[in-house]
């Protein structure tokens, strides 16, 4: 539900600016676009609160609610879904909240993060080069007017976006029923993404049937919302605690992988030339290969030894039973 936000926000700039870019109204995009943003940031700073129990207006049922399924969590045992490990302290008030000490060598050194990394900057590669160039290519090389490519660029987004919602719905049914293991739903998501990517962006490269290269190009970028389910949530399975910390490391390396693609793209079509357009797709289709075979063979979905965490300056919350996520003795739990 949160990554479809951004999807649907792209299908809708794409849509706009197609349909404003032939005439004076051009600035509209930016107007509209500009104003949403602020008034989510005000709503953001209205209604959102660091947990249920400092919120001024949640309902006493949903709190309980909330925190009493969290508790829950705490206690299960092993094997672990991500949604099961999620540490219970967000209910906590933050001044008994743990004091972590971050075990950054067992993070640098772990090879299951690292596969992690290389899948998100590989996909955010294909992901981003696709995002800037296929507007150009599609008018540069379909020949297409750009009052109507805007169109038809939006259409990836809206194939991500239902992409990226069916298969969720899908993963989530077989969590709960549980017929495959954690690590491999992860692996044959991210598998399925990278792959159905590149095979699609293969055929793009060598059409020259207009609808037959936007079909592949909205259906690369369609399989590529099915990583939603894969290495873009692995962060949670290795470690809960630091999900945070391992997002926002995979994400700064992946927006690499987004500012390099968009150059390279533009300095290999000089003459912006079908065949220059082919070495594009060709290599961001090699790119999707390389991280999706990293992925298969070091990736994780099992919660890593240095998860835990080392605390300081413990209080009696974090000393309590709730904290102790791995607890097998549950004969205390009233």
């Known amino acids: 539900v949160f990554i479809s936000g951004g999807q649907l926000a792209d299908h809708g700039f794409g849509a706009k600016a197609g349909l404003d870019y032939d005439g004076d109204n051009w600035p509209s995009i930016f107007y509209v676009f500009g104003s949403g943003c602020f008034l989510w940031t005000v709503a953001w700073f209205f209604f959102a609160y660091e947990s249920p129990s400092v919120h001024p207006t949640i ?20 094997p672990y879904h991500f949604l099961d490990v999620l540490p219970c302290t967000a209910c906590a008030p933050s001044s008994t909240r743990q004091q972590l000490q971050v075990p950054w060598r067992q993070i640098l050194l772990s090879r299951p993060v690292w596969a992690m990394t290389v899948a998100q900057v590989t996909g955010d590669f294909g992901l981003y080069t696709l995002l800037t160039c296929v507007p150009t290519y599609l008018h540069e090389v379909l020949d297409l007017d750009i009052s109507k490519s805007g169109f038809y660029s939006a259409l990836p987004y809206l194939a991500q976006w239902l992409f990226a919602n069916v298969v969720g719905f899908l993963y989530s049914m077989n969590c709960t029923q ?6 491999t739903q992860r692996k044959f998501a991210t598998l399925l993404a990278q792959l159905a990517t590149a095979a699609f962006l293969i055929i793009a490269a060598y059409t020259t049937k207009k609808f037959l290269a936007i079909l592949s190009i909205t259906l690369a970028m369609g399989f590529g919302g099915v990583n939603t389910v894969g290495a873009a949530s692995n962060h949670l399975d290795l470690a809960p605690r630091y999900a945070g910390l391992l997002m926002g490391f995979t994400n700064f390396a992946s927006s690499l992988g987004g500012i390099v693609g968009p150059y390279l793209a533009d300095a290999l079509t ?4 079908a065949s220059e357009w082919r070495t594009v797709f060709f290599i961001t289709a090699a790119i999707q290969l390389i991280g999706s075979a990293t992925y298969l063979l070091f990736a994780s979905a099992d919660r890593q030894p240095w998860a835990e965490g080392v605390t300081h300056n413990a209080t009696p919350y974090e000393n309590s039973d709730v904290m102790h996520v791995k607890t097998k003795d ?3 739990i009233s």
């Open 330 to 332: 549950k004969s205390h």
């Open 178 to 183: 549980r017929y495959t293991s954690y690590t």
């Open 270 to 273: 000089p003459n912006k030339t």
């Open 59 to 78: 309902s006493t049922k949903e709190k309980l609610y909330i925190e009493r399924d969290l508790n829950q969590a705490a206690h299960k045992e092993p």
